[in-house]
């Protein structure tokens, strides 16, 4: 599993690179309380939301986007590394740019001003969605392995019911910060019951790798 | 001695195309050529051994091992070679085998380096710029550096050019010569393995129609033309027969029993033809 995670790492390098740049940035503003962007008030409000959180995942989903289209599921099952060890190593490197952000803004906040304190609250909220988004999108594609003759008679239905599910996810949140009550989740610590589902989704993803038809893909 | 591989009521179904089941066996040392047209199933047959598709039944033993994907030891003694070339896209051929040696206790780097010169494999080239040519090479270097003793080849001659595909047959031949491994080599195009194989399974849409001996098969089946005053002449040797009048042209399986049989019913003009590899495949596969 430490070969496969190695070897995973020096190969993306330029993609994992940003994960720690981008949040590395962030904290010299924190630190610095460098403000930008004040006299745009859209950019003042999003703009670290974007680069952290967007942008981190950006780099993320590229990096996963690239696994497959090089079939990286197939190289490594052709190996002597058992399927226990080939799915821990694939959800660790899922998991593990979340947890980093996370737990690196977690030791920021102490170091931040009110102003500052606010933005990471709202990062806390937007990477956990972010994380729940590509788990869910895991999930979907390993469902597609798990059974391939439901997944030829059901290709269609559950395409169509992914973009409805992630499009009412989107309305959701959009509606939900609207309202206020994404600013009261933060306030209660909300984030991390997002997180949490985004980790069940993740483990239900990995749960279903493990029961894959093929490993052609 | 444990058999190279043991195939036991290997079953796999698809919406459209079922495999098997398929009963099927290698010994070690020896080569044995899968034979079928495309869509066959013998992808799906080798897919199934190497653990990339999970069989619907049956069982599948590697050297005396069941290939249960969570006890990997058994994936030591195969070498594979699939229907498509996987690597780390961006790395080169050197980077890509020194990340494989990283798993096989047995890899040799001089043995690797050896065959990338002898096939002329450009190692410091990305693995996305290389030759369909030389993603087979270094695909089958991955595969013999360890030493297998079993190496699990799917039409590794597919796509490429006469020059390339006897270069690589050479080595193949050398690996052959050694005696120690064992080979599962599947191809419609069989003047490849035709040289190199010691058994022949044939496979058609996903059930196996014989294994026989490749010298069996060189020797026992003939084309045998004859005049014969019957209006039906059929044995079980026999699978195909044309017929003219009084004259007759038939496939037999045993050319020796089918000839004395003919002698027996007084047949006339009585000749007898050698048949090709490729012949005998062709009457073997359109038997239903």
């Keep these: 599993m430490k070969r496969l995670i190695t070897y995973e790492l020096k190969y993306n390098i330029d993609l994992i690179a940003p994960v720690v740049i981008l949040p590395a940035a962030f904290a010299i503003f924190v630190v610095t309380d460098t403000k930008i962007f004040l006299e745009i008030y859209f950019l003042q409000k999003y703009f670290w939301a974007m680069a952290v959180g967007l942008g981190s995942y950006l780099f993320i989903y590229i990096y996963l986007a690239k696994r497959v289209k090089e079939k990286r599921d197939r190289l490594f099952t052709c190996l002597p590394v058992s399927r226990k060890m080939n799915m821990f190593a694939r959800s660790l490197l899922g998991i593990a740019p979340f947890v980093f952000i996370f737990a690196f803004l977690k030791l920021l906040e102490p170091h931040a001003d009110k102003y500052w304190t606010e933005v990471i609250k709202g990062l806390y909220v937007q990477i956990s969605l972010l994380f729940i988004f590509l788990a869910a999108i895991d999930f979907v594609y390993e469902l597609a392995f798990v059974n391939l003759e439901k997944w030829e008679k059901y290709r269609s239905f559950i395409q169509v019911g992914t973009a409805a599910a992630i499009a009412g996810f989107s309305v959701s949140i959009i509606y939900l910060s609207a309202i206020g009550i994404i600013p009261e989740w933060k306030a209660v610590g909300g984030e991390i019951y997002i997180a949490l589902t985004g980790f069940i989704i993740a483990a239900g993803a990995s749960g279903i790798f493990k029961k894959r038809e093929t490993y052609t893909d | ?288």
């Design chain 2, 1 to 288: 001695m444990e058999k190279a591989f043991e195939l036991i009521g290997l079953n796999k179904k698809f919406p459209e195309f079922e495999l098997g089941p398929i009963n099927l066996e290698l010994e070690p040392g020896t080569v044995l050529g899968y034979i079928g047209p495309n869509g066959s199933g013998k992808t799906t047959t080798m897919h199934c051994m190497v653990g990339l598709v999970k069989s619907d039944n049956g069982l599948i033993k590697i050297f005396g091992r069941e290939n249960d994907p969570n006890n990997v030891d058994w994936k030591f003694d195969i070498g594979y070679v699939g229907d498509k070339h996987v690597f780390y896209e961006n790395w080169n051929g050197e980077k890509n085998l020194k990340f494989l040696s990283e798993f096989y206790p047995d890899w040799s780097d001089k043995f690797a380096m050896d065959l990338a010169k002898r096939f002329q494999v450009p190692l410091n080239k990305r693995a996305r710029d290389l030759s369909s040519g030389n993603r087979v090479k270094l695909s089958l270097i991955g595969a013999l550096a360890h030493s297998p003793k079993l190496l699990i080849l799917d039409e590794p001659t597919s796509g490429l050019d006469p020059v390339v595909r006897t270069e690589l047959l050479d080595v193949l031949f050398e690996v052959v010569e050694s005696g120690e491994r064992a080979i599962f080599y599947s191809t419609h195009i069989l003047s490849d393995i035709s040289r190199i194989a010691d058994e022949l399974a044939f496979l058609d849409n996903g059930s196996l129609k014989l294994k026989i001996a490749k010298d069996d098969l060189t020797d026992n089946w003939r084309k045998i033309t004859f005049k014969l005053m019957k209006d039906n002449f059929n044995t079980e040797e026999i699978v195909f027969t044309a017929k003219e009048g009084n004259d007759y042209k038939v496939i037999s399986s045993d050319y020796k029993k089918t000839i004395e049989q003919l002698k027996s019913m007084n047949a006339e003009n009585i000749l007898e033809t050698r048949m090709s590899i490729d012949e005998i495949a062709v009457e073997i596969l359109k038997r239903k």
